[in-house]
């Protein structure tokens, strides 16, 4: 992560905000006001106080991807999901700063709260940007993009949700459109490999680099 931001010019996170010692290591699937080991189905309308649209961002890193969506779209609720917590902690504080009450973020395992605590047909869409690619063979198995993570999107979204994605690492797109591609709950949206941009921190600095990304979005058939 650390060689990530660095390649990305973005600087590391403040010391003051790593963990405390004790704290358990992620896969972390508990929301906050959740007790930990919590594995019963997500309430949303429980979880933001009020009954709208979600949608999860899995990797919002320092928020302005959801922050930007929450004042854009009041209407819509908003969870970041981030496995380092200096991020969750920067992303919240913005969304405060914002005075944003439609977006949360919480230090939890994005692939493993899709698989474990998202109720089926619950989310309008899932966003997953400029995800870790673990380039080594031996580390292929930590990528986020998996036919298991494919089967349980596809099952999260709601009919005609969007699952979006945006990278840099052009061979890890291979592989996520293989995978996705091959998931029967999912459909490409003819078209969206380009016309579009996240305009997250990644985003931002790859585009004035004039560096090549690839982007596609995955929905859920309406009729499903
Ligand atoms: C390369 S950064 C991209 C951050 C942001 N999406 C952007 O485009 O600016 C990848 C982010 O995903 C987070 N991450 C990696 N695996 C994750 C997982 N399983 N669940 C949640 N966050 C994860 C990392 O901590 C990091 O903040």
Redo the contacts with the bound molecule.
Sequence with gaps: ?RR??KR?GLSPAPKEFLESPGVPP??RVALPGEAPGTESPIDWAAFFGRVSAVEL??????G??LTDAAAERPGTSFLG????LE?TRIAQARAEKMGLSNVRFAR??????VLRRVPGASLAAIH?????PWPKKRHAKRR?FSPDFARAAAAALAPGGLLRV?TDNLPYFETIREVLDAEPGLEKVPGSESGWS?G????RKYEKEGRPMARGIWRRPPRA
């Design positions: 992560m990530a931001l990305a992620p896969p961002e899995i990797g919002s890193g320092r302005r991807f999901a981030e496995i380092e991020y939890l395992d994005g692939k493993e709260l997953v940007f400029f995800p870790d986020l945006a996240s997250t921190d990644y985003e």
